[in-house]
T-cell receptor, first 117, second 112 residues
């Protein structure tokens, strides 16, 4: 199993450009999520999905779009990049949330380091 | 919102030392997670625990649900243990189920 894969590993954008960060998992996990990690701050949830066709916003969704057309893929789209979106982005997946909302073990991708000039 | 506080923020140890990293949270939870972020950036899950203690090799995680506190211990530390250790908890009841709230991490450096 490849686990969770992310592309690209590095990206530099100019303000106003759009792009898509790719995320795929081969573990048949229903739950997938996108986080951003900024210096001095914990990982923050951008968007998540509990299954194909179902997505929802996290803590910091503004400026990002997601879709989940298949179980395997969960791309993150930056509509019009801004310098405030300079960050490291992590995709994660897990089996369905358990009873009482208990999160199962999350598996993380290697991350995408994005710089917006 | 569940607030997660980790201490210390930074920790330097000599090889072989016993290490303790602490995590406190503000709202009752069903389970707590400990993760490790390698210097290269990759994140792996170490433990998920809801009570008592779990052990994996030289790593031991404990949790006290009543006191809303968890500790991660590393016995006989080694330079390869150098990493950022992150504590995470689910949101309180009614929050986005299945999402985690992360602490800022504890950066551990083990010197040979």
């Amino acid at each position: 199993n490849a686990g969770v894969t992310q592309t690209p590993k590095f990206q530099v954008l100019k303000t106003g450009q759009s792009m898509t960060l790719q995320c795929a998992q081969d573990m048949n996990h229903e739950y997938m999520s996108w986080y951003r990690q900024d210096p001095g701050m914990g990982l923050r949830l951008i968007h998540y999905s509990v299954g194909a066709g179902i997505t929802d916003q996290g803590e910091v969704p503004n400026g990002y779009n997601v879709s989940r057309s298949t179980t395997e893929d969960f791309p993150l789209r930056l509509l019009s990049a801004a310098p405030s979106q300079t960050s490291v982005y992590f995709c994660a997946s897990s089996r369905t949330v358990g009873a009482g909302g208990m999160m199962n073990t999350q598996y993380f991708g290697p991350g995408t380091r994005l710089t917006v000039l | 919102k569940n607030e997660v506080e980790q201490s210390p923020q930074n920790l330097t140890a000599q090889e072989g030392e016993f290490i303790t990293i602490n995590c406190s949270y503000s709202v009752g939870i069903s389970a707590l997670h400990w993760l490790q972020q390698h210097p290269g950036g990759g994140i792996v899950s170490l433990f998920m625990l809801s009570s008592g203690k779990k052990k994996h090799g030289r790593l031991i995680a404990t949790i006290n649900i009543q006191e809303k506190h968890s500790s991660l211990h590393i016995t006989a530390s080694h330079p390869r243990d150098s990493a950022v250790y992150i504590c995470a908890v689910p949101p309180p009841y009614g929050g986005s189920q299945g999402n985690l709230i992360f602490g800022k991490g504890t950066k551990l450096s083990v010197k040979p």
